[in-house]
């Protein structure tokens, strides 16, 4: 897939991602639905307007009347997709800087169009044969309100609201100026908890911080957190489907250790859970203790939907799922990312013990992260080396391999993987140990027969 990569359509916003092209995925989406209504959403940025707007009309050109949701969450659509039945346009960029925007697409149970679909919609576009409704056919559009209302009332019924009340805890929120800031404020007051914010008007200009939630652009949340002594902070990034946290020291809790503490309170004999193939040792190990099993898929949120859904369909239990990015998926709930929701469920957590504590047993790692540089017959000639060495490795150590998605060498007490970065001219190398000098040593040895290879 070309257009649709492994989060959407991505670009700058009036270069790459244009109004016209935002008209003409609608309109391959819309074919593809063959349906009678549609919903579109967008998140804060300042293009949103504009490309949403080619949306609708996108839509509404094949003959579908369309629910404009206007500024919302990525998850509080995902929810009116499910409990209206209608597939949905969501315009967003997600966590890219402010001048990106994208598309992303939802089937009318609320989860993300597996890649088969996508294929159909991005062929479309490609042969553009979508379909033109008559002019007593085209679709009508209405601007549907108080999404974001009935979503908060939905999360809140979903989770244990007395447990969390009856802790008087404060949070502090920094929804990066995203979606977010229309509904989690709201969310955290109804939990029973005291709500200070940063960053909590929305704007597309994203004044505060950039939307990507990693700790360089969040020295504002660990500062309030300190500042109003709270006992959690939670940021977003730009549709809210994500949720990093700070402890109650002002401390960034790393995705990966809110994930696997989140999978250790829910996990049990037999279950399943599903992460990407740079899944950090820490879930590797809670799954093991819990007598749960592991499933990897390639890295990206749509590719781990389609196996929670494969996975449920065969009659596994998947009680959570995501990667170490704050992307987590509690499939029972809904199979989406949702940072609120997740937000919420920590919450639950946190009522019990100071979030330092809840995410104890699963500290302790340490990972090496090296860059490779080089053009595409480089990269290949190294990544061809790391299949060789992968394999002896293998052979010689009985160390799994899995070569979903790059190659990845698991130890059983450490790990290492090797893949082409999707966005630049690059080979990337992870590793993960307790041990600092294992973590570094695994990486080291791949790194070396790579640049031996491209070097020559
Ligand atoms: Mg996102």
Known sequence: MDLFGSSGVRGVANETLTPELAMRVARAAGTVWNTDRAAVARDTRTTGGMLADSVASGLAATGADVDCLGVVSTPAAQFHAERAGVPLVIVTASHNPREYNGIKLVGDDGVELPVEALERVEATVDDGGATAASWDAVGQTRQVEGVGRDY???????????????????VALDPGHGAGSLTSPDL????????????????????????????ENLGDLGRL??????????????????????????????????????ARA?????????SAVNVSQRLVDVASEAGAELVLTPIGSTRIAGRIQELRAAGERVPVAGEGNGGVFFPSYRVARDGAYTAARFLELVADRPASEVVEPVSGYHNVRLNL?????????MLDAVADLAERERDRSGADLTTIDGYRLDYGDAWV???PSGTEPLVRVYA????QDRARELAERVRDAALEARDG
């Open 152 to 170: 908060v009332a939905e999360v809140v019924a979903a989770v244990d609201r007395e447990r969390i009340a009856d802790a008087d805890l404060t």
């Open 188 to 215: 955290f007051r109804e939990l029973g908890c005291r709500v200070v914010t940063v960053n909590a008007q929305p704007d597309g200009h994203f004044p505060g911080r950039e939307p990507e939630p990693v700790p």
């Open 225 to 262: 957190v300190r500042a109003t002594d709270a006992d959690l902070g939670v940021a977003h990034d730009g549709d809210a489907d994500r949720a990093i946290f700070y402890d109650e020291t002002g401390a960034p809790i790393p995705g990966d250790a809110t994930l696997a503490a989140l």
């Open 266 to 274: 829910d996990l049990e004999p037999g279950d399943t859970t599903v």
């Open 373 to 381: 540089s080089g053009d595409e017959p480089e990269r290949e000639r």
């Open 417 to 419: 993987l090797a893949r």
């Open 432 to 435: 993960e140990a307790g041990d």
